[in-house]
């Protein structure tokens, strides 16, 4: 089947990236906005926008796309990207989802459930299981009344352990507990939080590695066949949340790459996976150990940087699959090349612990050049809602080694310009600049050092 009209259920940055590429390939765009976002740059640039009142309702997706006659759906990430709902309605109405099916994301975007399936696939996994929540929603009350499971759990497991949520990722609903005495409340704050997000109150428990690297594996499959694009390097967060990403990731011993590509590719072999997604694991590099932690089965918000090693569109991938076609790439014919780095700016502000910084943009300046790319839904005027994640743009930036590319991040970011809103821009600078940082191979506390160090203090810059 050739797509004509795709609907995108998602806002910002994402609507456009897919947008771009549906325009290459002659398809017809409509996008589903809130009141929030009716009159945003994704709006605009789509061929046709839909309202609806939340990204979160299936039901309003679905009957969107079929008033606008689309034959697709993409969700891109986030919000209904990995619920299997949205998968069996669009089957149910004979749209098509532009991702794994609803079994595989069942399997496979069900935090949990994909533990399950990762130990079947022969991965390692840390200890951990299920303690707070049911699918289709909890109260208080029954969330609360996991409490004395969840305590012998983590017993079992030995803190700290880490509270996480099963039905999406983001850093929402996780929560490091250090000791018995925080566990009930970090149970409970979880799932609410995860609830909000997902629509999926349930939260489980899994040790917690400190120090460790955060490292992924991108997957291609189409069902049948798996292969992987290389792997990232997602270890600089905040809370849990993502702010610099690199392909591929730095000073990682060759047989433990190596180890991990295939364990990805062997999961999703197992899971006759179809799309494009992610495998994620925790990595102690010293030891050279890895474990399993999760699957992304959807694009990731850090998909650029494969984009810029390998020379693939990842969007026109998914497309093809989605079209019923097989991988148009055999693994011998990935091709890695150079180093790029990606930057998440963000309306937040770091001397606030990345308070959101909600507001509208009043002026917004970007570079451009050879090995630099500016995914953005934002210009002079844009609106920065509350309601909404605060992802601005990603600076993306490749060069034919880590050092040059690090190199060209510097001198991009020195050439960012945002006024109106607080951003991580100097934060994101100052790191740049940092020695730990350049040497590569930074663990998941290297910000919390970062931002402890009396001598780098974080201060916005204003721009007027």
């Known amino acids: 089947m050739i797509l004509r009209r795709v609907l995108i259920a998602n806002r910002g940055e994402i609507a456009v990236r897919v947008m771009r590429t549906c325009r290459r390939l002659g398809i017809e765009t409509v996008l589903a906005v809130t009141a929030a976002d009716a009159d945003s740059v994704p709006a605009r640039l789509a061929d046709k926008t839909s309202a609806i009142g939340s990204y979160l309702d299936v ?56 533990r399950g399936h990762a130990v079947a696939a022969g991965l390692p996994v840390l200890p951990g299981g299920l303690v707070a929540g049911e699918a289709d929603g909890a109260d208080e009350a029954e969330v609360l009344a996991h409490a004395a499971e969840a305590a012998r759990l983590a017993v079992r497991i030995g803190y700290p352990v880490l509270v996480k949520a099963a039905g999406g990722g983001g850093g929402r609903g996780l929560r ?31 040790r917690y590695v400190s120090p460790a690297r955060h490292v992924e594996v991108q997957l291609l499959g189409d069902g049948e066949n798996v292969i992987h694009l290389g792997d990232r390097d997602c270890s600089v967060q905040r809370r849990f949340a993502k702010l610099i990403e690199e392909a591929p990731a730095p000073r990682l011993g060759e047989t433990l790459r190596v180890g991990m590509r295939a364990a990805a590719v062997a999961l999703g072999l197992h899971l006759k996976y179809q799309g494009l997604g992610t495998v994620e694991f925790l990595v102690d590099a010293a030891r050279s150990e890895f474990w399993f932690l999760e699957v992304n089965a959807r694009i990731q918000v850090e998909h650029p940087v494969t984009e810029a090693v390998t020379g693939l569109d990842l969007v026109a991938e998914q497309i093809a699959v989605a079209e019923g076609r097989r991988l148009r790439l055999s693994q011998a014919s990935v091709r890695l090349d150079g180093h790029a780095i990606e930057c998440r700016i963000n309306a937040e502000d770091p001397a606030a612990g990345f308070r959101p910084s909600p ?84 663990d998941t506390e290297y910000l919390a050092r970062w931002l402890g160090r009396e001598t780098r203090p974080v201060r916005d810059r204003e721009h007027a």
């Open 359 to 442: 507001g509208t943009v009043t002026s917004a300046v970007f570079p451009a050049g050879p090995g630099i790319r500016v995914d953005t839904h934002i210009q002079a005027g844009s609106a920065v809602p509350p309601q909404y994640d605060s992802l601005l743009a990603k600076l993306v930036v490749s060069g034919a080694s880590r050092a040059e590319a690090l190199g060209r991040l510097r001198g991009a970011l020195a050439r960012c310009e945002i006024g109106g809103v607080t951003t991580t821009l100097p934060a994101l600078a100052a790191l740049a600049a940092d020695g730990e940082f350049a040497a590569g191979g930074a």
């Open 59 to 114: 039901e309003a997706v679905v009957a969107a796309a079929d008033a606008a006659g689309a034959d697709a759906i993409h969700p891109g990430y986030g919000f209904l990207s990995e619920n299997p709902r949205l998968a069996r309605a669009c089957e149910a109405a004979g749209i098509v989802f532009i991702g794994p099916g609803a079994d595989v994301l069942e399997a496979a975007g069900d935090k949990l459930a994909a």
């Open 176 to 206: 490091v507990v250090r000791d018995a005495g925080e566990l009930a409340a970090a149970v409970a704050v979880g799932s609410e939080e995860a609830g909000a997000a997902f629509s999926d109150p349930r939260v489980y428990l899994e």
